[in-house]
């Protein structure tokens, strides 16, 4: 452990906190070292900065310093592995979404149902007033323009594409809600 970051540690315990005893911090760096094994994607120093926050925002000094620092980082590095299993990184999400199965049930239903749904929005577009139905045509494009090329198609600036983009998309969800009705208990309907 680091011992800079223990005195740091110290300064910053409120009025009236014991000081953690020199042993504490030694103790600290073995456990965290312990649980800190190669492969887990657990850093001994992360998990000693997590004990010590948790050391600071706890009531008061633990009663039985040796096991609370023992349950502590046992916690954290378990919470370290939940998160670490639970979250991916940012390559794999890169590679777009996983390729559909050849053995899904319904695959040229769900096609059709799909192209039914798309002629029924695309037919609802047409329907939007003012410049609405020039703007999602363009954001619905396959080409995937930024801001700055519809912008420049459409004769209007950058900054008020997204207001305009969020007006007639609420214009397009009543459309089509009162073409198919809304979904009861889901998400917030206006």
């Known amino acids: ?20 005893p020199a042993a ?12 800190a094994l190669p492969g887990t994607g657990i850093e001994a120093a ?11 925002e706890g009531d ?3 009663a039985d310093p040796a096991e609370w620092t023992r ?6 590095a378990l919470a370290f592995d939940v998160r670490r299993r639970c979250e991916r ?7 777009g979404p996983p390729p559909r199965s050849a053995h899904r049930g319904g695959g040229v239903e769900e096609r059709v ?25 363009a954001l619905m494009s396959g080409s995937d323009p930024t801001y700055r090329e519809i912008s420049r198609e459409l004769g209007i600036s950058q900054g008020s594409l997204g207001p305009l983009r ?7 969800r009543s459309i089509l809600n009162s073409r198919v009705g809304s979904p009861v208990g889901r998400g917030n309907a206006r």
């Open 1 to 20: 452990m680091d011992t800079a970051l223990a005195a740091a540690v110290a300064e910053q315990l409120p009025a009236g906190y014991p000081a953690p």
């Open 24 to 35: 504490f911090a030694a103790l600290l760096a073995a456990e965290a070292a312990a649980y």
């Open 46 to 56: 992360d998990l000693e900065q997590a004990v010590w926050l948790r050391l600071l």
């Open 60 to 62: 008061g000094p633990p």
């Open 71 to 76: 349950a502590a980082v046992r916690a954290e």
């Open 89 to 95: 990184p940012y390559a794999d999400q890169d590679a």
């Open 113 to 137: 149902i799909a192209a039914d749904a798309l002629r029924a929005v695309l037919a609802a577009v047409r329907t939007l007033p003012g410049r609405c139905p020039q703007l999602l045509h």
């Open 166 to 172: 969020s007006r007639c998309a609420g214009c397009l």
